[in-house]
């Protein structure tokens, strides 16, 4: 095996870890929609927004500060995990995206080929600078939940900006997109959106008419870890080789 693919798969491996099957909240609609994060501290159901900070083995290894981050849905707080140091504990809260999105259509109803607004962004809601990674799931469910592999994901067309943000091209799958904020997120700031638009692709509705009850999916997980060792770190939490720069910016290796 080359060594590019060999870091591929490893990276496949590691990089992102195996998610847990829980119950999703959704909404009916013509294509109805549902939105979830994934749960890594909490037991919690997954239609709430799940933050990651740090992996459980490297935070053992350091001092703890008060670190925390938010995500924002079009400049709203959808879900945010804090750590107060001072009480030793986790205070996370947070709701699903998507929630309103069909906020004054006519009907309720999703219309294939508009763009309806979907900016989402990371604020670091903690006391230590971080760096941070979104990976977002694209799929389909019928109407008992079970995913549907014969749709594209692709007909969800959540547009990226760039900005900033660079996809891991090794972690990615046609379902999930992986990407990292190449800037530190100081305490109290906000990265630029990752994304500005979801649509649901033109047509979508004519070609899907004969399955009743299909769904679309729409899931975001948000890691983050210190900036300290931060090559070091990232390699312990997240499975994956950076280099940072001597302003402090990351690049994949």
Known sequence: MKGSERKGKLRKEKGIPRRKTAKRA????????AAALLLVFSAANSSRAALTYYSENYSAEFQMFDI??????NGNEV?????????DEWQEGGGELLS?????????????GKA???????????SIDEYVRVAIYRYWEDGNGNRVTDVSPELIDLELTGNGWVEDPYASTE????????GIVPAGGQTP?????LTIKGGTGLMLADRDGLRFMLEAEVNAVQTHNAEDAIKSAWGVDVSVGADGSLSLK
């Open 175 to 182: 379902e999930r997109t992986v990407l990292y904020y190449t």
């Open 79 to 87: 879900s945010w995990r804090n750590y107060a140091r001072k009480d």
């Open 68 to 73: 925390g981050v938010t995500l924002l849905e």
């Open 26 to 33: 959704r909404i009916p609609l013509v294509l109805s929609l």
């Open 116 to 126: 309806y607004s979907e900016e989402l962004s990371v604020r670091n809601s903690g």
């Open 100 to 112: 309103g999105l069909l906020d004054g259509e006519n009907g309720g109803k999703i219309q294939p």
């Open 193 to 197: 959106a990752l994304s500005d638009t």
